[in-house]
């Protein structure tokens, strides 16, 4: 069974940048689309981003002009870079993708970011 491994959150001050890395036991080709959710406490996990395998590119509104989703299918590994980052942005992300065949959901352990203000 694949799994999909978060890493790269942290503490930063409002305006700084954290690059976010989802890397899979297996092949991300098996998954389409790929994509970054995050879940504030008190609040419903909620979409960020996504990318398809053939590169489309979906984003929140909230989120716009300031994070980036892309993936480099050689390092089965996804990544969120975060720029300009508001203490709204404070939640735990999680990975996800969706297997190609089964349609199933497949979730990483979630990593924390917290914005300081």
């Known amino acids: 069974q694949v799994q999909l491994v978060e890493s790269g959150g942290g503490l930063v001050q409002a305006g700084g940048s954290l690059r976010l890395s989802c890397t899979a036991s297996g092949s991300i080709s098996s998954f389409n689309p790929m994509g970054w959710y995050r879940q504030a406490p008190g609040k419903q996990r909620e979409l960020v981003a996504t990318?398809?395998?053939?590169?489309?590119?979906n984003y929140a509104d909230s989120v716009k002009e300031r994070f980036t989703i892309s993936r480099d299918n050689a390092k089965n590994t996804v990544y969120l870079q975060m720029n300009s980052l508001k203490p709204e942005d404070t939640a735990v992300y999680y990975c996800n993708g969706k297997e190609r065949w089964s349609r199933r959901d497949y979730w990483g352990q979630g990593t924390q970011v917290t914005v300081s203000s």
């Open positions: 990318i398809t395998s053939g590169g489309s590119i």
